[in-house]
């Protein structure tokens, strides 16, 4: 199987980029930021491509070294922009905020399924990761939110070729040392790989347009 992985200069792209890599696919890493992406890509053993999937300018002039054909397209946000505390924020502060967030997350995986969706063999899969669990009423809960119905038409729209399209979102979390919580709970990068890595395979066809979360059991142990 064919993967590219978006945000593969990141801690989730690149354990993502693992997990496809470590069922036997061949992975493609791709991120805007050089030199972190192809310390990735040489210890993953894995090709790489550098681009910012958030500048169209940037992705036209990559166009040629995009794999012709591809089954799955991760879409993992790499945000670039140190939001810091909000209760500091200046008016032009908070408007970065939200533009910084809604093009790491949304534009960059609008554009990266724009000029990569033909390349999808049919019965292939989309996978879009949304890493954090954002805060209510925040830039991130919104653009959670706009992910999902993104994700939902997009599955309607790719449905014709039998590809599949789904978000792959963080829950809750669960923390050791809570009543119930037997052991240390696995990383939430790791739960997330699995679960994309699952969404690629025949078991999950029946999944689409969905968002599915990742909580390190907190439901099954908290309620």
């Known amino acids: 199987m064919e993967v590219l992985v978006t945000g593969g200069d990141t801690d989730v792209g690149r354990t993502v980029a693992q997990g496809f890599r470590e069922d036997g696919h061949h992975v493609v890493v791709a991120g805007a930021r050089r030199d972190e992406l192809e310390v990735a890509a040489k210890e993953l053993d894995v090709d790489a491509i550098v681009f910012d999937n958030t500048d169209p300018a940037s992705l036209e002039a990559a166009r040629p070294q995009f794999p012709h054909h591809l089954d799955t ?19 032009a502060d908070l408007a970065t905020a939200w533009r910084s967030a809604l093009d790491a997350t949304v534009v960059s995986a609008v554009l990266t399924v724009q000029i990569l969706g033909d390349h999808l063999r049919s019965g292939g ?7 954090e669990n954002p805060a209510e009423g925040s830039a991130e809960a919104a653009i959670k939110a706009a992910v999902s119905d993104w994700t939902a038409g997009q599955a309607a729209h790719f449905g014709t070729r039998g590809i599949t399209v789904n978000a792959v979102a963080s829950g809750r979390s669960a923390e050791p ?8 709970p696995p990383a939430v990068a790791d739960e997330i790989a699995r679960l994309a890595l699952f969404l690629s395979t025949p078991a999950a066809r029946h999944i689409t347009g969905q968002t599915l979360h990742v909580s390190q059991g907190a439901l099954a142990n908290f309620g």
């Open 73 to 91: 397209i991760v879409n993992v946000p790499a945000p670039r922009f140190d939001a810091g505390d909000p209760r500091t924020y200046s008016l």
């Open 125 to 131: 899969s989309i996978v879009t990761v949304v890493p």
């Open 177 to 184: 040392g809570y009543d119930g919580l037997s052991r240390t």
